[in-house]
Every structure is written in C-alpha cells, then in structure tokens.
C-alpha cells in the first residue's frame, strides 16, 4: 500500500477541503507543500499540467480535483462515509453547488479591496502583483468569470439564511443528518475561506447556527500528516508502478476509446489541458497514462462531471 500525498499550500480553501476530509476518515498523510501561483514545475510533472489545488498523489495515481479525492478516500476506508447510504445523490449534488456557486460567490467577497489588503497586510508587493495575474489567468480560458461583488453582496443572505434553515430543521447537526458528509465539507471550506480576515468573518459569524455548525465541521480536525518533499513524492511516483485499473461496463456518451490520445481539462476555470493517452473512462472517473522523465508513468485521474475530454 501506497501512503496518501497531498501536494498543497495552507490558505488554500479546496486544500482545506481535502484536509477536513483526510481528517474525518482519520486517516494518516504525508504533506507536500506546493507554490500558491504558477509555475509550479514539481507539480505539473505529476499532473502533466492541471495547475489547481489540492492534488492528492498515492503511488503513481494523481488524483485530480476534490469531488474525486473525496471518491478516492472513500475507497480508501469506507467508514465513515462521505456519501452516506442512501443520501448519495444528495450529498453530492449539495457539494458540486457549494463547489461552484458558493465558492465563486465567496470568492468574490474575499477579493474586495478592504478584505485583500488585510490578507495581504505582510506580504511583498511584487508577490500581490504576482499573485493578481496568476488569478486573473486562472479564470482566462474557462466558462466562468468572477461574480460581481454587488451580486455577491446581494445573494449572500439567502444563501446563508438558506443554510440556518437546513441546519435547523435536520434531526441532526449537520446539512444531511447526524453526521458529516461531504457536503458539509464542500460549505464549510468556502466559508472557512471568508473567515480569515474581520472584513469578510461577519458574513459567516452573523449567523449564529451556521457560526456552530462550522466550528463542528472544522473540528474533526485534518488527521495526521507528517511533511515530504517534493522531491521524495516524485521518487515515489518514479519506484511505483500506477494501480490496476477499474472494472466497470460504461460506454463513453461521445465515443472516446481507452488508447486514444486524447486531453482532458476542466470546464470552468483552471482550463489547462492535460494530454496522454486515455486508458479508463468511467460513470464518474477519467484516466490519463502519460509520462515524465521525473516520475516515469503514472495515472492522472479526473472526475468525469465538470471536465471535456478533447481528441488529440
């Protein structure tokens, strides 16, 4: 058995995401810490080009995406369950909203000029410049653009109001029940995001259930992880060989065949295709074979909702 990487940076809210997930599974991890901005050479060699974080490597398997990490931990240790029996559709659906809509909004919330100087108070100009175009170039070539922060601004109550009445009116103390899915971790991280500065935390601590729910999600805490290099991961990806493939009857709805070359990027944001060769296109997961000198072959896995598969 391969150990858990996770190629990461701190203020990362899908990293948080990741960590919250890693944490609730208990589960042990190793941690690699990645640029915050492009280029991010140690990390493209494993994913052949897919820039967004978190990445969660095992082996020579590179897991792209944290609908998909959450579907990998779950194979990892079933219990306890990310998507509880029975609410499967529901957790997901909740999460792939919160993902999207929600993050963007709290993205554009976070971004305002009074939130971004206090996040920014210490830190080099050159790199806030830096950092600005880096982002600018993240939503470059995707179907989405930022939300406006008056509409952001206008759509934020509902949608926490939204929450509180969820909250209150679940048997338990979490969005689907009695205990958390990954629902509560896709709201959570977002929110998460809005409270690292006074500017933005209002918008979260104004609301007293959701204030108490957030602090139970954040609580399971991130397991334990112990530091690795990013040098050591690619030499475990270099010594590995990528895990056997899965067996599932799905035919590919636009006709993509396993051996055909083929690119695969995401549809919103972060569009930078990677190319190799498609070796598994199933219900939820699409897999790349390619290679680097640094890592030799591995398999770089996409979830299927949410990405486009080109023809190279």
């Known amino acids: ?3 858990l990487i996770l190629h990461h940076y701190p203020t990362s809210p899908f990293a948080e995401k990741a960590r919250l997930m890693l944490g609730f599974k ?5 941690s690699v810490m990645i640029p915050p901005v492009m280029p991010k050479p140690d990390l493209t060699a494993l994913t052949g080009g897919y820039r967004r974080t978190p990445v969660l490597q095992v082996g020579a398997d590179v897991y792209c995406d944290t609908a998909l990490i959450a579907r990998r931990l779950e194979a990892e240790k079933a219990t306890p369950a990310l998507f509880p029996e029975g609410q499967e559709f ?3 659906t909740l999460a792939k909203w919160a993902d999207s809509v929600l993050f963007l909004n709290a993205v554009s919330l976070v971004f305002q000029p009074e939130s971004m100087a206090l996040r920014f108070a210490q830190v080099p100009k050159d790199f806030v410049q830096t ?3 880096d982002r600018a170039q993240l939503f470059a070539n995707g179907s989405v653009s930022r939300v406006p922060l ?4 206008n ?3 509902t949608f926490m109001t939204r929450l509180q009445q969820q909250l209150a009116r679940e048997e338990g103390e979490f969005l689907l029940g009695g205990a958390p899915s990954i629902a509560d971790f896709a709201v959570a991280h977002c929110l998460w995001f809005l409270r690292a500065t006074p500017v933005t935390a209002p918008l979260v601590d104004d609301y007293p259930e959701v204030r108490a729910w957030l602090g139970k999600v954040l609580g399971v805490g991130h397991g334990s992880s112990s530091e ?3 040098e050591d991961a690619l030499r475990i990806a270099l010594e590995a060989e990528p895990a ?3 067996d599932e009857d799905f035919a590919e709805p636009n006709g993509f065949h396993e051996g055909q070359q083929v690119a695969i990027a995401a549809v919103d944001y972060g569009a930078d295709p990677v190319e190799g060769e498609l070796v598994f296109a199933g219900m939820e997961e699409l897999i790349l074979r390619r290679s680097d000198d640094r890592t030799g072959v591995v398999h770089v896995h996409f979830p299927r909702v949410g990405y486009r598969i080109e023809a190279r």
């Open 228 to 230: 690795l290099s990013a």
């Open 155 to 157: 759509d934020w109550p």
């Open 150 to 153: 008056e509409q952001a601004k």
């Open 131 to 133: 950092f600005s175009k």
């Open 244 to 246: 056997a493939l899965p």
């Open 26 to 30: 208990q589960l042990s991890w190793r």
């Open 90 to 92: 529901a957790a997901a």
């Open 1 to 3: 058995m391969h150990e």
